[in-house]
């Protein structure tokens, strides 16, 4: 058990492109709970609408990866668009509902063999990052003492940690803005922003859109880090660490996402090394090998468990923002 | 069948690991490309060669741990060959991916290529990886339970078989989405986890028939038991989870949450347990089909219908006659007006739950009768039961009865026209339909939404 290398691979994994990328789909998530109050249990549905938005332009259809990027914001809102019409007019449990399935129904049809020649059905699409990678300006890693990272993690991490920095300055500004304070209101009780003139479902449509089309950078960023997109990545069980790290972090605060995501991997990252290294010295009583895999999202459960129980504000939110109740 | 999904699992694994972890991979500096011969097992002494073009520039023999790597000198393309000769006689390789592959290896790269083996004659048995990780579970894949549809028989009878086969299914739906709704209707909280007390029933009852610690015992014993256990857990989840949050004003949407987590932290753990392959109960495996007239069905699938038909209208006397079920169907109306009208609510609520947890288990059972147990199939059912309780109308045990039978219905005959992985997005399509069209579902009373 090697302590200092546990250590460097937590702290490395916690400013690593996958939190940056967490981070930003969080991001997302905090502009539908957080924010408006939506109870969004589909956010992998918009990560991977923007995953196969780069890679199938890309592969398919030749565009450069920025046109890739464009396609991904594009899919995102006609994604929204067609999950908010029919159900952000109902309460929020039929939401969660259909988010939930939606974001399985399109992973589903992403798969399937009638969309194999878009898509690549169970296989996926790979190699379309080339572009990518070529105007990758670094040509060596860089070794922090502690950490180290890869010339290709660094290229991923500027955007992905740029993107999370200007969504993040995005959301300040929103916020603070009336447009955001008749969005919070909604959060807080929508028949008195009603009774107010406003148009509810319009406000909620326009924070679905937005908050999806952060996902769906995240997920064209996780193929772009990846250099491979299959549907099977995109499990509902990526929503479900999404809501981990954003209750960890602090619902409804600009930093939250960001400070769930990086605390989330660290923790993960932690707890794996550990049981991995227990495990090569066979200290695990009862498990090992694959099933230290499952053990981290049975983790997650209880995360989840115990910080709703506990602490529903996460690390730095506020209390009183988070009585959020069923509209 | 257990092993090799197992490995494939190992193999989907390896590969995520190895592009993303980069701290773990990146410790030699350079370009290599490298891999692991652990399908079916780890195995010594395959020789492997990298080319360029025609020429040879390095080879490697799996040490013991089945691992080998080559160094390489530049980024580029190369072309990786197993030696088929050096490979053990118990094994052929595998095809997809085959024995020669052509990888591209960028600038830094520590390049894994996965080749896989296989004992003969089973190589080409799956389409795919991934699709044996988690193929979407669908009846017709075993041809005696969906009653045989192929496409060789006429389309008429095919309707007729997949008829009967969607009643079945769509019996099973209703009898463990009963507890959902009126666990809806009682606490007005969505029970996320409802789908892996499913598979908890499926799978204890597959312990108790399988397991020699329990002497092996028969389906029908050991399903009694799995039921009695899902109703306790269900007893478990109220007493100590749900009734604290309750008294402790815990918001609604946070309770949803809570049940999200509880429903990983339930379906993972019981995938440490009892592992990730999928298994069959021992019983009542092969049978031959009774025939009548166009219709034909197993006596296995027959019984699990008549079973659940006696259950469901045992559920609808128990609710509509006895005192607990007036008074449960009373709660579930409008909890407020039936406290302040003397009813014990929190004792009504923990029956509800655990007549719920009971069901959910019993449907687990069939469910892992008609189709097999899997660690996630009560997720995959999940979606479907929220499709026929939001159909029947949320809070009705009626409405979740009709709902389930209907979504099985429909979910099932799309496999007629579509492919079978697509029936849950038919039974949801149905679900959306719904819910623009008359939100508080079929039998579900009219209330002010939005």
């Known amino acids: ?327 | 069948m257990r092993r090799r999904l197992v490995t494939v699992l190992l193999a989907v694994v390896a590969a995520i690991l190895a592009s993303t972890a980069p701290a773990v991979a990146d410790d030699q500096g350079g370009v290599n490309v490298n891999g692991q011969i652990r399908q079916p097992e780890e195995v010594e002494g395959i020789d492997i060669t990298v080319f360029k073009g025609d020429e040879e520039i390095g080879k490697a023999t799996t040490d013991p741990a089945g691992k080998w790597d080559v160094e390489l000198p530049e980024p580029g393309d190369y072309r990786v060959v197993l030696d088929q000769k050096s490979v053990p006689k118990e094994f052929v390789v595998d095809d997809p991916p085959g024995h020669e592959l052509e990888v591209k290896v960028r600038e830094g790269q520590q390049r894994t290529v996965v080749f896989r083996l296989a004992p003969p004659g089973e190589q080409e048995s799956e389409a795919s990886p991934s699709e044996s990780k988690d193929d979407e579970a669908s009846p017709d894949d075993e041809g005696d339970a969906a009653g045989g549809i192929d496409s060789s028989t006429p389309f008429s009878s095919q309707v007729v078989q997949a008829t009967i086969a969607g009643i079945v299914f769509g019996l099973i739906i209703a009898v463990s989405s009963i507890g959902l709704s009126l666990i809806f209707g009682t606490t007005k909280m969505i029970n996320f986890a409802h789908g892996d007390m499913v598979t908890f029933g499926a799978m204890m009852a597959l312990m108790f028939s399988t397991s020699a610690t329990f002497g092996a015992m028969s389906l029908v014993p050991a399903a009694l038991l799995a039921v009695i256990l899902g109703g306790l857990l269900g007893l478990g989840l109220e007493r100590f989870v749900w009734r604290p949050l309750r008294k402790r004003n815990v918001a609604l949407i946070q309770m949803f949450i809570v049940s999200i987590g509880a429903s990983l932290l339930l379906r993972h753990v019981l995938l440490i347990s009892f592992g990730a392959q999928r298994n069959k109960y021992a019983d009542f495996r092969i049978q031959e089909l009774l025939t009548l007239g166009p219709v034909s069905i197993s006596p296995r699938n027959l019984s699990i219908a008549l079973l659940a038909i006696a259950v469901l209208v045992a559920v609808g006397l128990m609710l509509q006659f006895t005192r607990i079920g007036k008074a449960m169907r009373a709660v579930a109306d409008n909890r407020d007006l039936s406290e302040s009208s003397g009813i014990d609510v929190d004792r009504v609520t923990l029956y509800v739950w655990g007549m719920g947890g009971a069901l959910a288990a019993l449907g687990g059972v069939f469910y892992g009768l008609y189709e097999s147990v899997h660690w996630q199939m009560g997720f995959h059912l999940l979606l479907l039961m929220f499709a026929g309780v939001i159909l029947g109308g949320l809070g009705t045990a009626y409405g979740a009865m009709a709902g389930g039978v209907v979504i099985g219905l429909v979910a099932t005959l799309s496999t007629l026209w579509f492919p079978a992985q697509l029936m849950v997005a038919f039974a949801l399509a149905i679900m959306i339909i719904v819910l623009l069209v008359r939100p508080q579902g079929i039998m579900g009373r009219r209330e002010r939404v939005g």
């Open chain 1, 1 to 327: 058990m090697d302590f200092l290398s546990i250590f460097s691979a937590a702290l490395g994994s916690a400013i690593g492109p996958i939190a940056a990328i967490y981070a930003l789909a969080a991001i997302g998530l905090n502009m539908h709970f957080g924010y408006t109050g939506l109870l969004n249990f589909g956010q992998v549905g918009f990560m991977l609408v923007g995953a196969y938005g780069v890679a199938v332009s890309v592969l398919t259809f030749g565009l450069p990866i920025w046109a890739g990027f464009l396609a991904s914001i594009a899919c995102a809102i006609v994604l929204a668009l067609l999950l908010g019409i029919p159900t952000l007019r109902l309460r929020a449990d039929y939401l969660a509902i259909c988010t939930i399935g939606v974001a399985e129904v399109v992973r589903l049809i992403y798969r399937a063999p009638v969309a194999r020649d878009l898509t690549g059905g169970v296989y996926g699409r790979q190699g379309f990052a080339d572009g990518f990678d070529d105007a990758n300006p670094f040509t060596d890693g860089l070794d922090l003492g502690i950490v180290s990272f890869r010339a290709s993690d660094l290229w991923v991490m500027v955007w992905a940690w740029g993107l999370v920095g200007l969504a993040t300055l995005v959301m300040w500004l929103l916020m603070h803005s009336p447009w955001g304070r008749v969005i919070k209101g909604i959060r807080e009780d929508e028949e008195a922003v009603r009774s107010l003139g406003k148009n509810v479902f319009l406000y909620k449509m326009q924070s679905l859109v937005l908050g999806g089309v952060f996902g769906a950078l995240a997920g064209a960023l996780i193929g772009l880090n990846q250099q491979t997109v299959t549907p099977d990545q995109f499990m509902p069980q990526v929503t479900f660490y999404l809501w981990a790290m954003l209750l960890l972090g602090g619902a409804g605060r600009t930093l939250g996402p960001i400070i769930g995501s990086m605390a989330m991997w660290f923790l993960l990252t932690l707890f794996d090394e550990i049981l991995r290294g227990l495990d090569s010295i066979d200290m695990l009583p009862f498990f090992g090998g694959p099933e230290v895999g499952a053990m981290r999202h049975a983790i997650v459960g209880l995360v989840l468990v115990l910080l709703i129980i506990y602490r529903p504000q996460g690390i730095v939110g506020d209390r009183k923002e988070m009585l959020v109740n069923v509209k």
